[in-house]
């Protein structure tokens, strides 16, 4: 198959599938001509990375994600490690967003949105630069 093919097939542009096979992650075979030749198996490990990389797993994730699907002696201990940190990472975000969205619904709510130049949003901008 070709990469308009695999791309078509597995839900990734072909400049990811091209980033992919720079980084490792997949190694289609070469042609006489130079024009790269994708497997299933490449295929498959092409939508793999696609609902990997959707959940939000990092390359390096992916890269042990991957790793241990192709191990069938691997322990399931192990995916769930990678699994248990990235839900901590996604945690974390969301709590940052949580406080962000607060303080600036604060600041929202605080501001008349009037025809006068006092805007506790801006001051507190200001207020955060100096900080800085």
């Known amino acids: 198959m070709n990469i308009g093919d695999v791309a078509s097939f597995s839900g990734l542009p072909a400049k990811t599938i091209r ?3 720079d980084i490792g992650l997949v190694q289609p075979l070469r042609s006489a001509n130079g024009y790269r030749s994708f497997r299933q198996s490449d ?8 609902r990997a990389r ?3 797993f990092t390359i390096e994730d992916c890269r042990s994600l991957l790793k ?7 322990a399931s201990s192990e995916v769930k490690q990678i699994a248990t ?9 969301i709590a940052e967003l949580t406080e ?18 006092d805007c506790p949003i801006l001051a507190d901008l200001a207020m955060m630069q100096e900080a800085n």
Do not use: N, W
Request: aromatic content about 8%; glycine content about 4%.
């Open 19 to 21: 980033y992919y096979e």
């Open 43 to 50: 295929v498959h490990k092409l939508a793999f990375l696609s």
């Open 54 to 56: 959707a959940l939000g």
């Open 68 to 74: 241990l699907y192709a191990d069938t002696e691997r």
């Open 85 to 93: 940190e990235h839900l901590a990472r996604i945690d974390q975000k």
């Open 100 to 117: 962000m969205r607060a303080t600036l619904a604060h600041l929202v709510d605080a501001c008349a949105g009037d025809h006068r130049p």
